[in-house]
């Protein structure tokens, strides 16, 4: 096994009962508290990114930050030469002549989009844990490479090879399915703000961490102008010395069924957290057809249960067993159509009324996140932030109920900042914080 200094990440790894291991806080640890920095193996942009972001840096292009393209294959662009250089060094002078064929290829283009960004990310890799062709699965390097090699392969072992973008190797193929055989299940989706824009090997955060539905940590990622992204595993809430610190493989608001499948099928484990035992015995029923007298009485029912009001709230309660506790008539809203359906008519009316709507189906919305989300998960925060900004422009629009609406946009202004404030800056510059600063000089808030 490679060693790993696990000194600057506040966790040791200890033995799990079902798990290879288990990460383990070694001392007390705060909400907010940046639990680990794990910087990037390797990463690739998707194609809607390309020609937007840095390949190198992942900054976003502005008119102060000028992105320029490769000349000797055009397929990628640069904030800088010393981004360019950077690359070249790390793969970019392995693959520079054979992208353009590459990605024109039919191998290439029948791929999936989600495919289509791992062959990039898999020659990548390869160019640059084997520059100079020699191709062997032996070793065991003590850097970020060797813990690549050192994490469990997924289950998916039958599933076909990526093409590749690289010189053909007798070697290369078997070296490359080895490498591949990892990527379904430690590999992560890179967000600024929660907009996916790329694809990540990040081998410490997938040696050290194990999912939960109910986490108690997530990631996020910190974009630094000439450097490479890195991410960041924070505290969502206090973590107590000694209990596992855990983070999200997949969107813990997904139905039970649909997370126990996508954990099966892609990382080949049933989980077992405090979320998916309180609800595998619930039967979901679809909801009430939406604007009628029975929908309306189940949603008041939630933001009763959830946000203990049902026309407003000030706070949160920062309660961790909502889901375990919930009265099984509140079933319907955790049917697979509920969420995507509520968060339809939330974002429609917010954005053409009528705001009146939009702030009801907007707390409904938030009393949900409340109960399928853990206390301070990010989303939360992005919810209230949206609120909040629906809100101030009823405001805008609304003189004679203006002072109500006001309360209420400054009430999900406070929710949204101290969610977002435990997350952190994040991604590109400005984001969710600057809007919270921005909003409360419009409101006059403190």
């Known amino acids: 096994m490679v060693g790993l200094d696990l000194t ?31 910087p990037a193996l390797s990463t690739a942009l998707v194609q809607a990114a390309k020609g937007l972001r840095c390949d190198n840096c992942h900054r976003l292009a502005s008119d102060v930050v000028q992105l320029r393209k ?73 850097d970020l490479l060797g813990v690549f090699k050192d994490l469990i392969k997924g289950p998916l072992t039958h599933a076909p090879a990526l093409p590749m973008c690289l010189d053909t190797d007798p070697q290369l193929a078997t070296v490359a399915r080895d490498l591949y055989s990892r990527f379904g299940n430690n590999n992560f989706v890179i967000h600024s703000h929660f907009n996916s824009y790329a694809h990540g090997i990040f081998p410490l955060a997938s040696r050290l961490f194990n999912h939960s539905c109910a986490p108690n940590a997530a990631t996020k990622y910190v974009i630094t102008p000439f450097e490479p992204v890195r991410m960041e595993v924070v505290a969502l809430r206090d973590i107590a010395e000694g209990e596992e610190v855990t983070i999200p493989y997949l969107d813990p608001a997904l139905p039970v069924e649909i997370r126990r499948q996508a954990l099966q099928l892609n990382y080949g484990f049933s989980c077992s957290c405090l979320s998916c035992c309180a609800t595998q015995h619930i039967s979901a029923v679809p909801p009430p057809r939406r604007g ?18 049902a026309e407003r709230v000030a706070e949160l309660r920062e309660v961790s067993s909502l889901l375990q506790k919930m009265p099984v008539e509140l079933a319907p809203v955790l049917h697979e159509s509920y969420l995507p359906a509520l968060s339809e008519a939330f974002s429609r009316t917010s954005h053409e009324g009528p705001h009146k709507e939009a702030l009801s189906t907007g707390l409904t919305l938030l009393a949900l996140y409340a109960l399928v989300y853990p206390v301070n998960y990010p989303q939360i925060g992005m919810h209230a932030l949206e609120l909040s900004k629906t809100a101030w422009n009823a405001v805008v629009t609304h003189s004679e109920t203006s002072n109500a609406l006001e309360n209420d946009a400054k009430s999900y202004l406070v929710i949204a900042a101290h969610v977002l404030s435990i997350y952190g800056e994040e991604g590109d510059e400005g984001g969710p914080l600057a809007e919270i600063s921005l909003l409360r000089e419009m409101l006059g808030s403190s």
């Open 292 to 309: 009628s007298t029975e929908l309306d009485d189940l949603e008041g029912r939630l933001r009763r249960y959830a946000l203990g009001d």
């Open 8 to 38: 600057p990440a506040h966790v040791r790894l200890e033995t799990h009962l079902t798990a290879r291991n288990k990460a383990a806080a070694s001392s007390s640890l705060a909400a907010g508290t940046v639990i680990l920095v794990a």
């Open 70 to 142: 490769c000349t000797g294959c055009a397929s990628y662009w640069y904030c800088g030469r010393q981004c360019q250089s950077v690359q070249w060094k790390a793969h970019h002078r392995r693959i520079c002549k054979h992208i353009p064929r590459f990605v024109a290829s039919r191998e290439y283009q029948i791929l999936s989009s989600q495919d289509q960004v791992d062959a990039v990310l898999l020659s990548h890799l390869l160019a640059q844990a084997y520059p100079s062709s020699q191709y062997t699965l032996t070793g065991a390097e003590d």
